[in-house]
T-cell receptor, first 117, second 113 residues
């Protein structure tokens, strides 16, 4: 069975602080995919990143960076110099290799990030 | 930029009534999904649809639920006889391939009273 754990329920930071959101996953599949989604107060789910299990390179996109470590089954997300607009719930998700099924997403519980001015 | 659109944004219905939630996925996408998010909780998979049939469904997706792609653009979720516990945000999503990123609509908030 697959599982995603986001142990941090809520995080509160002051603007310009760096913040790391933790994600730990469980799967026995050797081919899998990891995702992060952002859910702002307006409610929609916004795709941020997708990584496959064979690509452990860290990724940076502007103020966002992701650290994928298979050895610890973690896929952590760091926001550098946080801004008020980063306030949202962030979900980590996992899908495993599928055949003509698309690949359902298994979500973690989410981490609510509050960035105060 | 192409997007997934859902209607209505909010629906209130009486317990026992049938509801149909509508979605227009991104036009060149092949896989379609419905997810549910009960208030304050995580997002849960309901069903995936590919090649005009259900490809996978969760335990939540029981006989009260059905999906349909009635034409080349719409994708619907029907709940036959709503229960109070069906109150949630329902998200439609689509993707262009196996295990590729899914793009979500803005959601339909269903309130069963």
């Amino acid at each position: 069975a697959q599982k995603v754990t986001q142990a941090q329920t809520e995080i509160s930071v002051v603007e310009k602080e760096d913040v790391t959101l933790d994600c730990v996953y469980e799967t026995r599949d050797t081919t899998y995919y990891l995702f992060w989604y952002k859910q702002p107060p307006s409610g929609e789910l916004v795709f941020l990143i997708r990584r496959n299990s064979f690509d452990e390179q860290n990724e940076i996109s502007g103020r966002y960076s992701w650290n994928f470590q298979k050895s610890t089954s973690s896929f952590n997300f760091t926001i550098t110099a946080s801004q008020v607009v980063d306030s949202a719930v962030y979900f980590c998700a996992l899908s495993v290799r599928s055949y003509n099924q698309g690949g359902k997403l298994i979500f973690g519980q989410g981490t609510e990030l509050s960035v105060k001015p | 930029e192409p997007e997934v659109t859902q209607t209505p944004s909010h629906q209130v219905t009486q317990m026992g009534q049938e509801v149909i939630l509508r979605c227009v996925p991104i036009s060149n996408h092949l896989y379609f999904y419905w997810y549910r998010q009960i208030l304050g909780q995580k997002v849960e998979f309901l069903v995936s649809f590919y090649n005009n049939e259900i490809s996978e469904k969760s335990e939540i997706f029981d006989d009260q639920f059905s999906v349909e792609r009635p034409d080349g653009s719409n994708f619907t979720l029907k709940i036959r006889s709503t229960k109070l516990e069906d109150s949630a945000m329902y998200f439609c999503a689509s993707s262009d391939g196996e295990n590729t990123e899914a793009f979500f609509g803005q959601g339909t908030r269903l309130t069963v009273v």
